[in-house]
């Protein structure tokens, strides 16, 4: 019997539960399918680098497997509704009668794998799910009421206590294949795959920011938890140190698994997940924050279809100025670190977690412009643009969601600046125009500076924005809505 394992968000061959299944429970062979869907992928609001980054790390994962004796068709679909249709297909001419995947948590994508069960059961197609995007499982960590959690604090607590009792090694990458698939098979493989291809070839080229490949994800790992780690607490909200790890990206392809960074973790950490070395303990926490958001993703689909986690804040009255958001997304507020953020954003693809809390914050309050935007905008231009932390970071710092930053918090940008970026080191590295200012003139330049500089003045003038923020949140809010949050 052959396999037939289906990739998604998870292309990786190490610790890899549903290939690791089909491996253990091989007859005739394994063979792997991952779908392009482009069209689904624009809808998602997806950038185009991600897209390309999305199918270099597929022809990865192809020659990866392909050392296993493991043939990988990438396929083209329009709609997550095509790859079912197609997957159909394949299964049919193949006569496979098992399938495997890793379950992923979206609304759509969920509707998807329903869909698919269904046709599988009527098929009588063994189908195999597996969790691999989260340590725990969502649904797994609950209060004592049985309720998901909606505070952190108290979830990372029981989050702990469950993944000391089931964290065990990852799953080490499967010896190669010995069973080749047949030869009729191959020839239909073949087929299909120059089929798909000549409508809708993969153009892939290396990013040279983010290389694709799970030898790289490892690389990162290590050299972040032997050379960084250590530090991570003290210097980890400085952009300019370049402290975290940057494995966003490679979590988000599938590249490397959320078990296998806390593994390492664990492993430079005397085995604890918190009560060991500060640096080690902080970065554990924050692989918990992105286990929260994926439990609470589950337990609230209203949070993939753009709803706020809290209600009343629907009432927020954002203000619909398309003149503010442009400067915002192109990086002219005149606030010297928000600009440098989004200058980060545009050209890496990447933005320090400081900054994202700062630029959203900014965007929220400073400018009242409904998260969703920012969000969205993000969402198109983050490598490792994921909706379950999009959404938990933007809600966060709207104060519209699960354990968001008090309304009434409102980052000063400039003072955020002094702070973390003292010298204006990161702001010069965005805006080498500011490069003449001495350092304590870079995160608020004078009028005549702007000018000289060539630098815009501010969109907004901090007192008012944040007033204005003030009494738009305060006809929402109380003040009891303070609660436990990611920003120390
Ligand atoms: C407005 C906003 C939007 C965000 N959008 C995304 C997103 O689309 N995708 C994404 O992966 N993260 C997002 N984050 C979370 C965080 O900023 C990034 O995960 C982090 O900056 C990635 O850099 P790193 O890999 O160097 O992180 P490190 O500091 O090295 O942390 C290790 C890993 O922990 C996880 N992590 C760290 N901080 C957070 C956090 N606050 N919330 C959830 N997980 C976290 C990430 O998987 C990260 O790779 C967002 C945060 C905010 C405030």
Same mark, same amino acid.
């Given at each position: 019997?052959?396999?037939?394992?289906?990739f998604?968000?998870d292309l990786r061959t190490r610790d890899n539960?549903?290939l690791?299944?089909?491996?253990?429970?091989?007859?005739?062979?394994?063979?792997?399918?991952?779908?392009?869907?482009?069209?689904? +992928?624009?809808?998602? #609001?997806?950038?185009?680098?991600?897209?390309?980054?999305?199918?270099n790390a597929m022809l990865a994962l192809k020659s990866e497997l %392909?050392s296993l004796?493991?043939?990988?068709?990438?396929?083209?679909?329009?709609?997550?509704?095509?790859?079912?249709?197609?997957?159909?297909?394949?299964?049919?001419?193949?006569?496979?009668?098992?399938?495997?995947? !890793?379950? *992923?948590?979206?609304?759509? *994508?969920?509707?998807?794998?329903?869909?698919?069960?269904?046709?599988?059961?009527?098929?009588?197609?063994?189908?195999?799910?597996?969790?691999?995007?989260?340590?725990?499982?969502?649904?797994?960590?609950?209060?004592?009421?049985?309720?998901?959690?909606? &505070?952190?604090?108290?979830?990372?607590?029981?989050?702990?206590?469950?993944?000391?009792?089931?964290?065990?090694?990852p799953l080490p990458q499967? #010896?190669?294949?010995? $069973? !080749?698939?047949?030869?009729?098979?191959?020839?239909?493989?073949?087929?299909?795959?120059?089929?798909?291809?000549?409508?809708?070839?993969?153009?892939?080229?290396?990013?040279?920011? +983010?290389p694709v490949s799970e030898e790289e994800a490892h690389l990162r790992l290590n !050299? @972040?938890?032997?050379?960084?780690?250590?530090?991570?607490?003290?210097?980890?909200?400085?952009? %300019?140190?370049?402290?975290?790890?940057?494995l966003?990206?490679y979590l988000?392809l599938g590249l490397i698994s %959320?078990?296998q960074c806390?593994?390492?973790?664990?492993?430079?950490?005397?085995?604890?997940?918190?009560?060991?070395?500060?640096?080690?303990?902080?970065?554990?926490?924050?692989?918990? +924050?992105?286990?929260?958001?994926?439990?609470?993703? &589950?337990?609230?689909?209203?949070?993939?279809?753009? $709803?706020?986690?809290?209600? *009343?804040?629907?009432?927020?009255?954002?203000?619909?100025?398309?003149?503010? @958001?442009?400067?915002?997304?192109? #990086?002219?507020?005149?606030?010297?670190?928000?600009?440098?953020?989004?200058?980060? =954003?545009?050209?890496?693809?990447?933005?320090?977690?400081?900054?994202?809390?700062?630029?959203?914050?900014?965007?929220? $309050?400073?400018?009242?412009?409904?998260?969703?935007?920012?969000?969205?905008?993000?969402? $198109? +231009?983050? =490598?490792?643009?994921?909706?379950?932390?999009?959404?938990?970071?933007?809600?966060?710092? %709207?104060?519209?969601?699960?354990?968001?930053?008090?309304?009434?918090?409102?980052?000063?940008?400039?003072?955020?600046?002094?702070? @973390?970026?003292?010298?204006?080191?990161?702001?010069?590295?965005?805006?080498? *125009?500011?490069?003449?200012?001495?350092?304590?003139?870079?995160?608020?330049?004078?009028? =005549?500076?702007?000018?000289?500089?060539?630098?815009?003045?501010?969109?907004?003038?901090?007192?008012?924005?944040?007033?204005?923020?003030?009494?738009?949140?305060?006809?929402?809010?109380?003040?009891?809505?303070? #609660?436990?949050? !990611?920003?120390?």
């Amino acid at each position: 019997m052959t396999q037939l394992v289906w990739f998604r968000s998870d292309l990786r061959t190490r610790d890899n539960p549903a290939l690791w299944h089909a491996c253990k429970h091989i007859e005739e062979g394994v063979v792997g399918v991952v779908f392009v869907t482009r069209q689904q +992928w624009l809808q998602h #609001g997806l950038g185009e680098r991600k897209i390309q980054l999305l199918e270099n790390a597929m022809l990865a994962l192809k020659s990866e497997l %392909a050392s296993l004796n493991i043939p990988l068709l990438i396929l083209p679909a329009n709609t997550f509704a095509d790859c079912n249709q197609t997957l159909q297909r394949l299964i049919i001419q193949l006569d496979i009668r098992s399938v495997s995947f !890793n379950i *992923e948590y979206e609304v759509n *994508e969920r509707r998807r794998d329903i869909e698919f069960g269904r046709w599988c059961r009527e098929q009588q197609v063994e189908l195999y799910k597996f969790h691999d995007q989260c340590v725990v499982p969502p649904g797994e960590v609950r209060t004592k009421q049985g309720q998901p959690f909606k &505070v952190f604090t108290p979830f990372k607590r029981a989050w702990i206590q469950q993944a000391e009792d089931i964290m065990a090694a990852p799953l080490p990458q499967p #010896g190669p294949c010995e $069973k !080749n698939i047949q030869a009729p098979l191959i020839a239909l493989i073949n087929a299909q795959a120059s089929l798909s291809l000549n409508t809708d070839p993969i153009t892939a080229s290396a990013d040279p920011l +983010w290389p694709v490949s799970e030898e790289e994800a490892h690389l990162r790992l290590n !050299n @972040f938890a032997y050379e960084r780690g250590i530090d991570y607490k003290k210097l980890r909200d400085f952009p %300019a140190e370049d402290m975290t790890s940057r494995l966003s990206v490679y979590l988000s392809l599938g590249l490397i698994s %959320a078990r296998q960074c806390l593994h390492v973790a664990l492993d430079r950490n005397n085995g604890l997940f918190s009560g060991g070395k500060p640096g080690f303990d902080c970065w554990i926490s924050e692989l918990i +924050w992105r286990e929260f958001y994926r439990h609470l993703l &589950v337990a609230f689909p209203q949070l993939c279809k753009h $709803k706020a986690f809290k209600p *009343e804040t629907e009432q927020v009255c954002w203000r619909d100025s398309e003149a503010d @958001f442009q400067a915002w997304c192109e #990086g002219r507020t005149g606030y010297p670190i928000v600009d440098a953020a989004q200058k980060q =954003l545009l050209q890496e693809g990447w933005m320090h977690n400081r900054l994202r809390m700062i630029s959203a914050m900014f965007l929220t $309050k400073h400018l009242l412009i409904d998260w969703r935007k920012g969000e969205a905008f993000f969402n $198109k +231009w983050l =490598l490792d643009a994921d909706l379950a932390s999009n959404n938990g970071g933007w809600q966060w710092s %709207a104060s519209t969601g699960a354990d968001g930053v008090p309304y009434f918090r409102i980052f000063n940008p400039t003072t955020q600046s002094q702070r @973390f970026d003292a010298e204006g080191q990161f702001i010069v590295r965005y805006l080498p *125009e500011l490069t003449p200012l001495p350092a304590a003139a870079r995160h608020q330049p004078d009028s =005549l500076q702007r000018q000289r500089c060539g630098y815009p003045q501010a969109v907004v003038e901090h007192k008012f924005a944040r007033q204005r923020a003030l009494d738009a949140f305060k006809q929402t809010l109380t003040a009891a809505d303070a #609660g436990d949050n !990611n920003d120390e």
